[in-house]
Structure formats: structure tokens, C-alpha cells
T-cell receptor, first 113, second 110 residues
Framework: KQEVTQIPAALSVPEGENLVLNCSFT??????LQWFRQDPGKGLTSLLL?????REQTSGRLNASLDKSSGRSTLYIAASQPGDSATYLC????????????FGTGTRLKVLA | DTEVTQTPKHLVMGMTNKKSLKCEQH?????MYWYKQKAKKPPELMFV???????INESVPSRFSPECPNSSLLNLHLHALQPEDSALYLC?????????FGQGTRLTVV
């Protein structure tokens, strides 16, 4: 059974810091992995999608990497800003014909001005 | 248009009421989802519709009844809910791996 864990559970950093969020999964047979952010009481916003054949994806100040063999993905946020404060969730999907994403436990990020 | 629209945003209902949550997307996505999310927990999948047919039901109690009238609409009919069903209900749609979520309906059962 696939289990997805995110460390740390919560993180507080001063504005301007570069930071790394971690996502670990127990079954390396994944189809793709997505990173989302969620503001309190709101829906999820998709940030980056990495297919199983890819090693990394970049969007603006965000960079996500994927190492299937070790069951890990990292989300790198450069030059953090207070507006980056949110909960970040990773989610893995097993196969193309399945629609089920297994979500990680989330990392609550607070960037202090 | 990259939006998934959910209505209502907030809903308070009694345990004997019948209500419906609505979700709409115009991105042409053929997979649509209902998720339930409790505070400080990740979303839990409830139902998946693929090409307007129910493809996944995650053993959800029958007091939740999904419906997909057409490729753009997804409903969740609620009846005889319990206080523990209070949560944020999220609708999503996906295509080519990318998943788009609505802003959710905050449901309170009293």
C-alpha cells in the first residue's frame, strides 16, 4: 500500500530564504507526482507536475525534483516571500489508467516578513 | 478558462435535510472528482467519474450520492448526514495528469 509522507510537518522561515520541502513515498512504481499549495480554507492549486520519466520541473521560483528509485521528491522554493505562506502537499499517482492520487501529509509553511 | 466552480461556498444543514453540492468546469476534462477534507488533513478521495461514468467509489456511505449529468457538471447529493460529515468538500477535474481543484464547499452538519 502506497504511503506518502512529508517532512517537516511545519516550517517557519524569514523572508528571502531558500527552502526545501520533502516528500517520500513507499512504492516507487508511480506514474506521476504533483505538488500543490493550499491556502487556509481554500482549494488546492497545482504547482508542478513531474512524470515518472522526468527528473525535475521548474516554474518561476519553484523547482521540483523526482528520484523514483529512492522514493523521494523535493520542492525547492527560492527567495521565499510572505505570499508563499500556505500548506504544500505532494500527491502520487500509480498508473495512467487509474485516477487515484495518494496525498502526502502536507507541510505548513510560514514565511515571516 | 482554467476554473472549477463550486457552489455553495458555505452550507449549514440539519441531520434530516437534503441538500446538493454543485461543481462545474468548462475545460473539457473527462475525469471529475469529489474529495473530503478535514482540518489539517490531506484530501480523501470519495468518488471519481470518468467520461460521465462512476469509476471509483471509495466505500463512501450511501448518504452521499454523486451524479454526473453531463461532461461539465458534477453534483453531490446529501441526505441524513451526521455531524462528523462536517468538512470541506472539494471538487476537481483532470486532464493529462494536471488536476484543477475548486475552492470547496465548507459543510457544517448540525
Amino acid at each position: 500500500k502506497q504511503e506518502v509522507t512529508q517532512i517537516p510537518a511545519a516550517l517557519s522561515v524569514p523572508e528571502g530564504e531558500n527552502l526545501v520541502l520533502n516528500c517520500s513515498f513507499t512504492d516507487s512504481a508511480i506514474y506521476n507526482l504533483q505538488w500543490f499549495r493550499q491556502d487556509p480554507g481554500k482549494g488546492l492549486t497545482s504547482l508542478l507536475l513531474i512524470q515518472s520519466s522526468q527528473r525535475e520541473q521548474t516554474s518561476g521560483r519553484l523547482n521540483a525534483s523526482l528520484d523514483k528509485s529512492s522514493g523521494r521528491s523535493t520542492l525547492y522554493i527560492a527567495a521565499s516571500q510572505p505570499g508563499d505562506s500556505a500548506t504544500y502537499l505532494c500527491a502520487v499517482r500509480r498508473a495512467p489508467g487509474t485516477y487515484k492520487y495518494i496525498f502526502g501529509t502536507g507541510t505548513r509553511l510560514k514565511v515571516l516578513a | 478558462d482554467t476554473e472549477v466552480t463550486q457552489t455553495p461556498k458555505h452550507l449549514v444543514m440539519g441531520m434530516t435535510n437534503k441538500k446538493s453540492l454543485k461543481c462545474e468546469q468548462h475545460m473539457g476534462h473527462r475525469a471529475m472528482y469529489w474529495y473530503k477534507q478535514k482540518a489539517k488533513k490531506p484530501p480523501e478521495l470519495m468518488f471519481v467519474y470518468s467520461y460521465e461514468k462512476l469509476s471509483i467509489n471509495e466505500s463512501v456511505p450511501s448518504r452521499f450520492s454523486p451524479e454526473c449529468p453531463n461532461s461539465s457538471l458534477l453534483n453531490l447529493h446529501l441526505h441524513a448526514l451526521q455531524p462528523e460529515d462536517s468538512a470541506l468538500y472539494l471538487c476537481a477535474s483532470s486532464q493529462d495528469g494536471w488536476t484543477f481543484f475548486g475552492q470547496g464547499t465548507r459543510l457544517t452538519v448540525v
